[in-house]
Nanobody, 118 residues
Framework: QVQVVESGGGLVQAGGSLRLACAASGLTFSNYIMGWFRQAPGKEREFITAIGWSGGADYTDSVKGRFTISRDNVKNTVYLQMNSLKPEDTAVYYC????????????WGQGTQVTVSQ
């Protein structure tokens, strides 16, 4: 049974930092691209970033230079370091796993709330 579990969300002031973690189990981690998404109230879920086995990563423009994704292939865990947070970063953040030869993210976490205050 595949499980994807996020942790590390919380409340932070604008300009602050948070680090999210996502632990994956029940899958061959090396075969999966790991991604982070977020969904703000009243908005559609949006892609933030994703990382492959070797560490290559893509970011959406709104987080470039502020967010960094990384993965620990021994611990089967992916991280999202979020710096210089803005109120518009407030959302539920989701971790997801996608097989390297597929376009669809098949496994999703339950989400973790990130709230950035003024």
């Amino acid at each position: 049974q595949v499980q994807v579990v996020e942790s590390g969300g919380g409340l932070v002031q604008a300009g602050g930092s948070l680090r999210l973690a996502c632990a994956a189990s029940g899958l061959t981690f090396s075969n999966y691209i790991m991604g982070w998404f977020r969904q703000a109230p009243g908005k559609e879920r949006e892609f933030i970033t994703a990382i492959g086995w070797s560490g290559g990563a893509d970011y959406t423009d709104s987080v470039k230079g502020r967010f960094t994704i990384s993965r620990d292939n021994v611990k089967n865990t992916v991280y999202l370091q979020m710096n210089s947070l803005k109120p518009e970063d407030t959302a539920v953040y989701y971790c997801a796993a996608r097989r390297i030869n597929l376009a669809r993210y098949d496994y999703w976490g339950q989400g973790t709330q990130v709230t950035v205050s003024q």
